[in-house]
């Protein structure tokens, strides 16, 4: 048993709120500030459903903790992409084998659920309308203002865990240090949440497990599924150009641009003009960022070291794996050298949280361009084929991604092989029949052969192996 710490968290969002339980479950004693109200009794984003879609990585995490099966209830399986095209046709592609699918969940629920788990521990203490404002690192001393009362109070826990989010002040005050490494990079391009309400019978209006898009060449609407019958609609547009933000200025350029693009959602979206104009523009960015602790007492976790674009829908199945993997650090440290268990912890996670941030880029195009494309989705077919007939040799990457605990870097590498290998594959491709042909099946084998380390991961789901 490790020392018992005083540890502060900034920011209950849902990394910080499910790190919480997992700190507290080692034994130590965690107060967590977080700068808004306290989310159960206060209703956010204008009440609109936001959701979120979650798959193995952060089942997995919520596992370690008992919380999975309360929340299964209330997540929405999505077996596959669902194309829409702009005659309103639609196709339907699988995301994996049979059984495998990505959840969608509510944002805020999931968050509160965390909260209402962690909050009855008594080693657990939430503080809202507490506002970091500076950190002193190496005192580890936090500057706290009380939103409601504008009180400033310091605080100073022996390990401090920033949480905070994209824009995080804890990582703000290391950015001051020596030597800190900082990128982020803006897309030029924003997103802006709409609404499918659902039917008067409480019915979904779309295909309930499917993940919907509308995808349209440099642009793209997406729908998630809600527990109540309604969709949350993401439109990613441009913020400048033709077709863009800009563009749109009133209610008819609107309904013209959306009549034409995404005709078979226009009758779905009764209140599409006041959402589009009071929902803001929300900006997308990526940020890396090394190191993520200081002087073995403040580490980062979450989006406040990884930022990621929401393309692949892995952010804060990335933040959630963060903690699983340090839990599993936690489990064989004796509880000294916490500088040492932070460095190794984030040696172990930065590869693989620049390959989620690279990935999560490659997948917008992807999905807003490619998956319109039939020779796309002929390879798609193909993949699939290949993966049943060697399943210890080839994974298609979404699946790695989504429905394995593989290291994302691992995963990454693995996907830019096999895509090689597959552009070799779909030059003898016209069909799904020619999958069969000789010179097809010869290629995979010829190619197939040093795809061996697979085996090895496809041994070993219980663990990260980085
Ligand atoms: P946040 O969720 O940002 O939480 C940070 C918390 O810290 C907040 O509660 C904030 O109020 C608080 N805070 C901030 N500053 C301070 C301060 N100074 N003092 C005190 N408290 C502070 N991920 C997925 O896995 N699947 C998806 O489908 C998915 N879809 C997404 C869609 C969109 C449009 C976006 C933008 C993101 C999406 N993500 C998705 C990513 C996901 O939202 C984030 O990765 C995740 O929320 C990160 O959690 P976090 O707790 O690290 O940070």
């Known amino acids: 048993m490790t020392q018992k710490k005083n540890i502060a968290i900034m920011g209950a969002g849902l990394v910080g709120s499910l790190l919480s339980l997992y700190l507290a479950k080692r034994g130590h004693k965690v107060d967590v500030y977080e700068r808004r109200p306290d989310m159960r009794k206060t209703t956010l984003d204008g009440g609109r459903s936001i959701n979120l879609a979650l798959s193995d990585r952060g089942w997995r995490a919520l596992r370690g903790i008992g919380i999975e099966e309360d929340v299964r209830k209330v997540a929405i399986p999505m077996h596959g992409r669902m194309m829409h095209d702009e005659q309103g046709g639609l196709t339907f592609q699988p995301y994996g084998k049979e059984g495998q699918s990505i959840y969608s969940v509510s944002r805020g629920g999931l968050n509160a659920a965390l909260m209402n788990l962690s909050e009855p521990n008594e080693d ?37 865990f920033g949480a905070d989010g994209a824009f995080s002040v804890v990582r703000g005050a290391m950015q001051k240090t020596e030597r800190f490494n900082y990128s982020q990079s803006y897309l030029e391009y924003g997103y802006k949440e709409l609404t499918i309400p659902a039917a008067p019978d409480g019915e979904w209006l779309l295909e309930k497990n499917a993940l919907h898009i509308w995808p349209r060449g440099n642009y793209m609407m997406i729908a998630l599924p809600n527990i109540d019958g309604s969709f949350t609609c993401t439109l990613f547009f441009p913020y400048e150009g033709e077709r863009s933000f800009a563009a749109i200025k009133n209610d008819t350029d609107l309904l013209n641009f959306f009549l034409e693009v995404f005709p078979d959602a226009v009758p779905l979206m009764p209140d599409l003009a006041q959402d589009y104009f009071s929902n803001p523009i929300g900006a997308l960015v990526t940020i890396k960022c090394f190191p993520w602790s200081h002087d073995g007492k403040s580490l980062l976790i979450g989006d406040a070291c990884h930022a990621v674009v929401p393309f692949y829908g892995q952010g804060m199945n990335a933040g959630f794996e963060d903690i699983f993997v340090l839990d599993q650090m936690l489990e064989d440290f004796d509880g000294e050298d916490w500088n040492t268990l932070f460095k190794d912890f984030e040696r172990r996670r930065k590869p693989n949280a620049d390959a989620i941030a690279d990935l999560a880029v490659m997948n917008f195009i992807e999905m807003r361009d490619k998956v319109a494309d039939p020779r796309f989705l002929l390879q798609k077919k193909i993949e699939a084929k290949i993966s049943e007939q060697y399943p210890d040799k080839w994974i298609p990457l979404y699946s790695m991604v989504t429905f394995t605990d593989f290291p994302y870097s691992y995963a990454l590498e693995t996907g830019q092989n096999q895509d090689s290998i597959m552009k070799k594959v779909m030059k003898h491709i016209q069909s799904i029949e020619d999958y069969n042909k000789p010179e097809v099946q010869q290629l995979l084998q010829e190619q197939l052969v040093h795809k061996e380390k697979l085996k090895r991961y496809a041994g070993e789901t219980s663990e990260v192996k980085e």
């Open 124 to 160: 657990i203490t939430y503080h809202f309308n507490q506002q970091a404002l500076d950190v002193n690192l190496r005192e580890n001393q936090v500057q706290l203002r009380n939103t409601e009362t504008e009180e400033i109070e310091t605080i100073q826990p022996d390990l401090l």
